[in-house]
């Protein structure tokens, strides 16, 4: 991969005329003012390279010939103490940009890991590169366009690089030991990154080497590149509009087991059962958050799905009663506001997630696509199809920081939930909780309930359970919820 760029660089060096820069500037600013204005797609740059290859000189050019207002640089060197709780990736969801923007990354995720240590495995790195693809075909398919850039030199070039920097006072302090020490080593570091690329180069998100000895030629490539790739993509038709859900968006993967007409819907507790049972779960729950490894190592997320009227709202109260208020968040998810709308579907849930010792309760969640926009047919078959993979890796990225995960899908009858519409609508203070939309939801009653189906089937693993709580009888359900998540927390602690 690199021996065509060192030739070229030698040509370079011995004089070899290179086409002019021309109007690269101009027709850069008039593409970028056509992305700010039709807000059609974000752009995400990333750039990798040895240290000393200019990769600094080469995103300082972009930034001068860019508008900076819409151009953003993001450093991901070591975590942060915020950052060192959470999921490696959250630093970069929650630097996403929205629609109309562009942000550029120094070094791609998971660079530092893939090219520099060469005591990963094969079947570890393989792993790692194939998370990496899934993350970026994601990007793709939710409008943004990722430019992956590494920037190579040559063994003797790198030298150069560094002497020359080391010999001005005003640049010696850029030289480390470590690059020095790198230097030595830099054939088998080539060969092992020339690896990494040609395997991480997808055709939605595909890895550009440029050559870094002439940092100017290395600017224009990379302008050259970002400029038509900005031009394809916003002459590119726009994404067509959702449809309904028909019997062909699921042909082919056979039925899912029904999980939710298999409940039993009889089971109930009287009042006394329930005081006590209640209140002996709630104190082991406070007292499980209060541990000293869940307060260092751990954070809790739990996800409240269900039917409407099945009583999500007052498990959730049983089940943060007896916390601090500092302890946790409870994060109600409606319709998707403008700011989230311009971003990827998932960043709504990644800017949520908690930090050591804190528990984040989720009133609906990322299962939305999975459920209401499959049935309402807000987005595309393709979209929801490949959710199911999309939160299965999100919510293993959040056990893997530490995080302890448990879901919850409350369900009634049919008939129990109409007993509760009408309720509603003849208590006063309740009538706030009954819509037309409620009472157009039990018309696509079976659709829901297959969606749930699907969902549990291709989402519940150990990672992060689905527990499925009959709710016709609210006091149970409630017990049940408060004592699940403790299950939950003393297996994990």
């Not at 993509?233 to 449809?243: D, G, I």
């Not at 919510?395 to 009858?413: C, N, P, S, V, Y």
């Not at 297959?450 to 709710?471: C, F, G, N």
Request: aromatic fraction near 8%; charged fraction near 30%.
């Amino acid at each position: 991969m690199f021996e065509e760029l060192e030739t070229r660089a030698e040509r370079v060096e011995s004089g070899t005329p290179e086409d002019p820069v021309g109007r690269l500037r101009e027709d850069l600013l008039s593409a970028q003012f056509d992305l700010v204005t039709s807000k059609q797609i974000a752009v995400l740059i990333l750039v990798s390279g040895l240290e000393g290859s200019g990769r600094g000189d080469m995103v300082n050019a972009l930034s001068h010939w860019m508008d900076s207002r819409h151009f953003h640089i993001h450093a991901l060197g070591e975590p942060t103490s915020e950052e060192a709780e959470r999921p490696a990736m959250w630093a970069v969801w929650r630097r996403m940009p929205p629609k109309g923007e562009i942000a550029v990354f120094f070094r791609a995720w998971g660079s530092r890991e893939l090219f520099e240590n060469p005591t990963m495995t094969e079947a570890a790195r393989l792993a790692r590169i194939d998370e990496i693809a899934r993350f970026e075909r994601m990007l793709a398919a939710e409008g943004v366009l990722v430019l992956n850039f590494y920037i190579h030199l040559s063994k003797k070039q790198q030298r150069r690089r560094l002497e020359k920097l080391a010999l001005d006072p005003r640049t010696a302090w850029r030289v480390t030991k470590s690059q020095w020490k790198l230097l030595e080593t830099s054939d088998e570091s080539v060969e092992r990154r020339a690896r990494v690329l040609k395997l991480l180069s997808t055709p939605e998100t595909p890895w550009i080497a440029l050559e870094g000895s002439s940092p100017k030629k290395c600017a224009e490539a990379a302008g050259r590149t970002l400029l038509e790739a900005l031009r394809r993509r916003l002459a590119a038709p726009a994404s067509a509009p959702a449809v309904p859900l028909s019997e062909s968006a699921t042909a082919g993967k056979g039925p899912s087991p029904r999980a939710v007409a298999a409940l039993d819907y009889s089971l109930a507790l009287s009042p006394e059962d329930y005081a006590k049972r209640l209140a002996a779960a709630q104190e082991r729950f406070a007292a499980l958050v209060l541990k000293k490894r869940f307060r260092k190592e751990r954070s809790l997320v739990v996800v409240f799905e269900g039917v409407d009227a099945a009583g999500k709202g007052g498990a959730i109260r049983r089940l943060t009663g007896p916390l601090d208020a500092r302890q946790y968040t409870t994060i109600p998810i409606a319709a998707p506001t403008e700011e989230e709308r311009a971003r990827p579907y998932l960043w709504r849930f990644w800017r949520h997630v908690p930090g050591h010792g804190q528990v984040a309760i989720f009133d609906r969640s990322w299962y939305g696509r999975i459920l209401v926009e499959r049935v309402e047919g807000f987005c595309q078959p393709g979209d929801w199809a490949r959710a199911y993979g999309e939160v299965n890796d999100f919510e293993a990225d959040l056990d893997r920081a530490g995080a302890i995960l448990i879901k919850f899908w409350l369900q009634i009858t049919k008939d129990e939930q109409l007993a509760r519409f009408k309720a509603r609508e003849n208590t006063g203070f309740k009538r706030y909780k009954i819509t037309d939309e409620d009472w157009r939801n039990r018309d696509k009653w079976d659709a829901y309930e297959t969606a749930v189906d699907d969902m549990v089937a291709r989402t519940s693993t150990e990672t992060a359970p689905w527990v499925l709580v009959p709710a016709n009888d609210k006091l149970f359900a409630r017990v049940r919820v408060v004592e699940a998540v403790c299950e939950r927390l003393e297996q994990k602690l």
